[in-house]
């Protein structure tokens, strides 16, 4: 089992970037895809999901309007495009398989996932102000 992250870098407040994951030794359809990012010094932290069968897509409400997340289940590659990119927004990046994910809480908005089997080493990306 594989999945290897790529397109993270450098760029300033307010740009762009585009991440991939490409999974590998197991079926892409089973699972929900996750980006997750943590930066030096804090916790893990859930940015965004989907579940490349019924493409239902989630995301943190610290990205939300900024980041998309995407998947090309032939290719088995799930894509986070990131844009109006902060300096909070820098972390090492990683994409996971997980079981469970979606909006939960009162309000139906919180960001959950669960259930994480496989996972990344991570691309880095650094946002400067």
């Known amino acids: 089992v594989q999945l290897v992250e790529s397109g993270g870098g450098s760029v300033q407040t307010g740009g762009s970037l585009r991440l991939s994951c490409a999974a590998s030794g197991f079926s892409f359809d089973d699972y929900n895809i996750l980006w997750f990012r943590q930066a030096p010094g804090k916790e893990r932290e859930g940015v965004s999901c989907?579940?490349?069968?019924?493409?239902?897509?989630y995301y943190a409400d610290s990205v939300k309007g900024r980041f998309a997340i995407s998947s090309d289940n032939a290719e088995n590659r799930a894509y986070l495009q990131m844009h109006s990119l902060k300096p909070e927004d820098t972390a090492v990046y990683y994409c996971a398989a997980v079981t469970v994910c979606g909006y939960s809480g009162a309000s139906g908005d919180e960001f959950y996932y669960n259930g994480m089997d496989y996972w990344g080493k991570g691309t880095l990306v650094t946002v400067s102000s």
């Open positions: 989907i579940s490349p069968g019924e493409a239902h897509t």
